[in-house]
């Protein structure tokens, strides 16, 4: 069964880090877009990050630019969020998602570009 498998989530201290990981399981990791979108209680879906392999355009929201970096390995199947510096605003449930060229661009990340998503996993930032 085809399937993204997220991890990394959990408490962390605000100034903390965390590394989120979404493992692709029965499939390839071979859509040109990867990307992550959270959802914080009480508020819409944001799209944070996403990085597109055939011209390596990456977008970073405002919110969480310098302090977050996606990269992805083909070989393991695998893409990341690396979070540092982060704050009680960051808690939101995490989500991974692949899909076409369509999903990224200088400006934004975007669900409708997304073929495959993973479950969600939770981000806690406080004291």
């Known amino acids: 069964q085809a399937q993204f498998v997220e991890s990394g989530g959990g408490l962390v201290q605000p100034g903390g880090s965390l590394r989120l990981s979404c493992t692709a399981s029965g499939f390839s990791l071979d859509g040109d877009v990867v990307g992550w979108f959270r959802r914080a209680p009480g508020k819409p879906r944001e799209g944070v990050s996403c990085?597109?392999?055939?011209?390596?355009?990456?977008y970073y929201a405002a919110s969480i630019k310098g302090r977050f970096t996606i990269s992805r390995d083909n070989s393991r199947n695998v893409f990341y969020l690396q979070m540092d510096n982060l704050k009680p605003e960051d808690t939101a449930v995490y989500y991974c998602a692949l899909g076409t060229s369509g999903g990224c661009g200088s400006m934004g990340v975007y669900a409708y570009g997304m073929d495959y998503w993973g479950n969600g996993t939770l981000v806690t930032v406080s004291a």
């Open positions: 990085r597109r392999s055939s011209d390596g355009l990456t």
